[in-house]
Each structure stands twice: as C-alpha cells, then as structure tokens.
RNA sequence: GUGGAUGUAGCUCAGCUGGCUAGAGCACCAGGUUGUGGCCCUGGGGGUCGCGGGUUCAAGUCCCGUCAUUCACCCCA
C-alpha cells in the first residue's frame, strides 16, 4: 500500500480542528500586535536560500529539497520563511514605503533530515517579520509575542535563551581571536569542529562532543567582544526585558544554523518535549536586505513550529479540544420517500437558521439513525416519521435528558433554536 | 548522516523454545425491541502478520536485506 512519503503526515479529524483552532489563536494575537498577513511562493528560486541562510549551513549544504524544473531553472522547496518575505518585501518596492513593516507568515517548510517526534521534512511554521527597525524594542516586541502565544496555549515553564552574536565587523574580529583561542587545542576537537575551525568557529561553541566542550571551556565569549553599537543594542534590549519583567538565559553558546543573523539570536523552548524542545527560533538580520540588492533595512523575526506547538499542547496545561457536538440530529422515517423529502428539507431549514444539524442519507432504522444522533453527541433528535406527517407534527427528543415532546412543524424550527440556545427556558 | 528499539485487524495489543482454518478488547454493522441512543446479550464484516528474499517437511515466530515508525546523536521549528 502506498504510504504518505517519510517525514509527512495527513491531519486527519478531529485533530484538523485543533489545527484550526491553533490557527486562528496565531491570527488573533497578530492582529493584537497588528501584525499582517503576507504568503510567499512554496518553493523560490535556489538562489535566495543559498544566498542569505549561507553556503556553508546544514539547511543548504544538505537539508534543501532542490531540483531544477522542466527549463533547467535551480528551484527549492523553502527550507524557511524569513528569507521569501524579505525577497518579496524588496520585490514589491515596500522597502521605500513607510517603514516598519510587520508581518506574519503561516506554511509549511521542507527539510531533509531524519525525522524523529518533532521533527519532519514537511512541518508547518507561523512566523513574524518586522523589517525596518532597528530599535531593541522591536526584538523585544517579537519575542513578546512569541511568549504571549506560548501562554495563550497554555505553555507554562517556556525558556527564552538568548545571545548576541554581533555585526560582521565585531564578529570577524572575535572570530580571529576565538580561532587563536581554539588552534592551540586542535587535537580536543571533533572531525567536524576541525573543519569548522576555519569556515564557521561560532559553530564549534555549539558542539556538544565531549572534546569540543572542554576546549571551549574558557574561551573568550561573542558578549565580551561586541563593539560599541551592538553592545548598546545588547544592553538596551535586555533592559527593557527587565523592565517587562521577563526573564531570559544568556546562551553564549546558542549560535543558530543561519548565516543573516546579526546582534540579537534567542530560541523559546519548552523542556518537556523531550529532544527537539525549540518551540520558537530567530533573531535579528540586518544585514538580509541589503544582501538580496536592496537598501540597508534591518529586520528581527521568528519562526515557530506549529507541530510542536501542538505536540506541547497536547502535553500542557491546556489541552485543544476538538468542537464536534452537534445541535440537531434529524431522523427520518418514511414508508414513502416524501417522508425523507421533508426530512431533508427541515434539515435545510435547521441550518439556515443557523443550527449544526445532520441527518442519514442511508436512511437506516430508527435504531441506527438515534445511534448515530448519540454518537455525534447532538443535543436534540428531531423525529419525523409517518406519524408525524400525518399529523402535522415533528417529536423533539433531548439525547441528554431524555424527554420528548411534538412541536407543530411550522414552529418547530424555532423552539430547536431556542432550546439549543437556551433562550426558551 | 550515525547508533539503539519496534513493525500482527481501523485502534491498543496477545501469539511460549518454528507446528492444525492467526486471537482478544475497543471500534464498526446487524439482530434481540416491525418507531427510540447510552448498559446488556447474540451474531457478523474486516488481517498479503510492513515489504522482499533465505533456512526448514513447516515461518507471525529463525537469518539477511529493505521500507516505515520511534528514541538518542547531529541539527533545528
């Protein structure tokens, strides 16, 4: 049998609803934020990904979904999504608009890696964008929202870990004396921190091999090294996180897989979920813009995995539960098939007038269809059967409380309503 | 990409050291009630034992490969 491909999975009922209702909480707290709305292609051209998240990366070198269409064209599925916005963001002239530009984004991303609990090649992400702002509000501003959304999904006991990984001026100058630190303890270092040493040395800092952690033990940290501009961006914005009374991890080792960022880098992570614990990653990047061609606008934003977002909520103190419950369940009778046409037709009437409402198209026994009504969990079964017809009549049930009663059919649309409602009482 | 575990019905699982037509619970359908759900009783449908190969008189069971899931590493969302 054919099987959805390695790393993807259908959403089938009733998690869709959750999916749903996950959705529209990330919709309302942007439209809070006043965040918009922005959708950007599925796949881009190579390019833009090798460009800005960097040649030398785990999502470029080996996690992208590249191929090359019909006319020879490098395409790839996005690996991320902060990298399409600022394309799109310079492609529609917006950067000489009015600036800042806050956005939100919702999508799946592709990556080719071995899937593991949360952790897919096709995983869906919500993220925000503010592009042009240099202010440590703005940081703050995004990793606000971030929290706020955790909370709202009933996360308690997020993390925020946080680092600033200086501009490309301070950071080259660090560079050279973290390499000049490590050079001499070479031998401690792992095959892969060696070649790191000399292409990517922040990325030794983040190493977990026994080795590499007792070499870095003591090494000169980004913090210390930042230069003016950055170290007032760095103390600014954690001041006014104090302010707010959030409290944040420096993470001197927390360096990030993509090459755009500058100054402030911060992940958000839930520790009960086990391995891949990030629910949240992202950071500053001003230098992005500037790098696809166009002026120099700065930019922070995040990404945030929507499947662990809902793995946590499942785990958390405030699990989605799925809406299924129906108002009314309408059980036709008939002997005669206008019986079941006039069924159907109040089946219409019911939700016209806004009641969820459903019927047996199989037309089964009086048995089967009132199983039915219980297992959808309707609060009322509304029976219409020859009796019924004859007499003008359709007898209303209460599946919860058991009583029933005959309404004349020209009201019965209405005392349903009420009843369901509650105002009728 | 590396290492470990697992793979039997829609779901959760049993199936001892290889041995008759592969089982249970739940779910589903029908009947017990010719028009009344939940509980109960009875019956029914549904399985290429992940897939492929091998060993054997005989494989769900042993061996190899493969695919998938899962845990950890790596990396990240």
Same mark, same amino acid.
């Given at each position: 049998?054919?099987?959805?491909?390695?790393?993807?999975?259908?959403?089938?009922?009733?998690?869709?609803?959750?999916?749903?209702?996950?959705?529209?909480?990330?919709?309302?707290?942007?439209?809070?934020?006043?965040?918009?709305?922005?959708?950007?292609?599925?796949?881009?051209?190579?390019?833009?990904?090798?460009?800005?998240?960097?040649?030398?990366?785990?999502?470029?070198?080996?996690?992208?979904?590249?191929?090359?269409?019909?006319?020879?064209?490098?395409?790839?599925?996005?690996?991320?999504?902060?990298?399409?916005?600022?394309?799109?963001?310079?492609?529609?002239?917006?950067?000489?608009?009015?600036?800042?530009?806050?956005?939100?984004?919702?999508?799946?991303?592709?990556?080719?890696?071995?899937?593991?609990?949360?952790?897919?090649?096709?995983?869906?992400?919500?993220?925000?964008?503010?592009?042009?702002?240099?202010?440590?509000?703005?940081?703050?501003?995004?990793?606000?929202?971030?929290?706020?959304?955790?909370?709202?999904?009933?996360?308690?006991?997020?993390?925020?870990?946080?680092?600033?990984?200086?501009?490309?001026?301070?950071?080259?100058?660090?560079?050279?004396?973290?390499?000049?630190?490590?050079?001499?303890?070479?031998?401690?270092?792992?095959?892969?921190?060696?070649?790191?040493?000399?292409?990517?040395?922040?990325?030794?800092?983040?190493?977990?091999?026994?080795?590499?952690?007792?070499?870095?033990?003591?090494?000169?940290?980004?913090?210390?090294?930042?230069?003016?501009?950055?170290?007032?961006?760095?103390?600014?914005?954690?001041?006014?996180?104090?302010?707010?009374?959030?409290?944040?991890?420096?993470?001197? /080792?927390?360096?990030? $897989?993509? =090459?755009?960022?500058? &100054?402030? !880098?911060?992940?958000?992570?839930?520790?009960?979920? @086990?391995? *891949?614990?990030?629910?949240?990653?992202?950071?500053?990047?001003?230098?992005?813009?500037?790098?696809?061609?166009?002026?120099?606008?700065?930019?922070?934003?995040?990404?945030?995995?929507?499947?662990?977002?809902?793995?946590?909520?499942?785990?958390?103190?405030?699990?989605?539960?799925?809406?299924?419950?129906?108002?009314?369940?309408?059980?036709?009778?008939?002997?005669?098939?206008?019986?079941?046409?006039?069924?159907?037709?109040?089946?219409?009437?019911?939700?016209?007038?806004?009641?969820?409402?459903?019927?047996?198209?199989?037309?089964?026994?009086?048995?089967?269809?009132?199983?039915?009504?219980?297992?959808?969990?309707?609060?009322? /079964?509304?029976?219409? $059967?020859? =009796?019924?017809?004859? &007499?003008? !009549?359709?007898?209303?049930?209460?599946?919860?409380? @058991?009583? *029933?009663?005959?309404?004349?059919?020209?009201?019965?649309?209405?005392?349903?309503?009420?009843?369901?409602?509650?105002?009728?009482?």
């Amino acid at each position: 049998m054919l099987k959805a491909p390695r790393g993807t999975s259908d959403t089938l009922p009733p998690d869709t609803s959750k999916w749903a209702y996950i959705e529209g909480v990330m919709r309302q707290v942007s439209r809070r934020f006043n965040f918009e709305e922005i959708r950007t292609p599925t796949f881009e051209h190579l390019e833009l990904f090798a460009r800005t998240v960097g040649e030398t990366t785990d999502i470029v070198e080996k996690e992208m979904y590249s191929f090359k269409d019909k006319t020879g064209r490098d395409l790839a599925l996005r690996p991320e999504g902060t990298a399409p916005v600022a394309r799109a963001f310079l492609e529609h002239g917006m950067a000489s608009g009015p600036l800042p530009r806050k956005f939100f984004y919702m999508g799946p991303m592709f990556r080719y890696e071995k899937p593991q609990a949360g952790r897919y090649r096709e995983h869906r992400q919500f993220g925000v964008e503010i592009l042009g702002s240099a202010s440590p509000y703005s940081d703050v501003e995004v990793i606000v929202l971030a929290m706020e959304l955790a909370a709202e999904l009933g996360l308690t006991g997020t993390t925020l870990h946080l680092n600033s990984i200086g501009c490309p001026s301070c950071r080259s100058g660090y560079k050279a004396k973290l390499i000049e630190y490590l050079r001499p303890k070479t031998d401690l270092l792992c095959e892969d921190c060696k070649s790191r040493l000399e292409r990517n040395p922040l990325r030794v800092l983040d190493c977990k091999q026994e080795g590499c952690r007792s070499a870095i033990v003591g090494a000169p940290s980004m913090l210390d090294h930042l230069c003016p501009d950055c170290k007032a961006h760095w103390d600014q914005m954690t001041r006014i996180l104090a302010s707010q009374g959030i409290s944040f991890e420096v993470d001197s /080792a927390l360096v990030r $897989g993509l =090459d755009y960022y500058t &100054r402030t !880098v911060f992940e958000l992570k839930w520790p009960p979920l @086990g391995a *891949q614990n990030t629910l949240v990653g992202g950071g500053r990047y001003d230098g992005l813009i500037a790098e696809l061609g166009g002026p120099p606008i700065p930019g922070v934003g995040f990404g945030m995995g929507i499947e662990r977002m809902l793995l946590a909520t499942d785990k958390g103190s405030k699990p989605i539960q799925a809406e299924t419950a129906i108002d009314v369940f309408v059980i036709g009778l008939g002997t005669d098939q206008t019986v079941g046409e006039k069924a159907f037709g109040l089946v219409r009437d019911l939700r016209r007038a806004g009641l969820c409402c459903e019927f047996d198209p199989l037309q089964r026994s009086m048995k089967a269809q009132m199983r039915q009504a219980d297992r959808m969990n309707a609060k009322f /079964a509304a029976i219409l $059967g020859d =009796d019924e017809v004859a &007499r003008g !009549v359709v007898t209303i049930r209460s599946m919860s409380e @058991g009583w *029933q009663k005959s309404v004349d059919e020209s009201s019965v649309v209405n005392v349903l309503r009420e009843e369901v409602t509650g105002c009728g009482k």
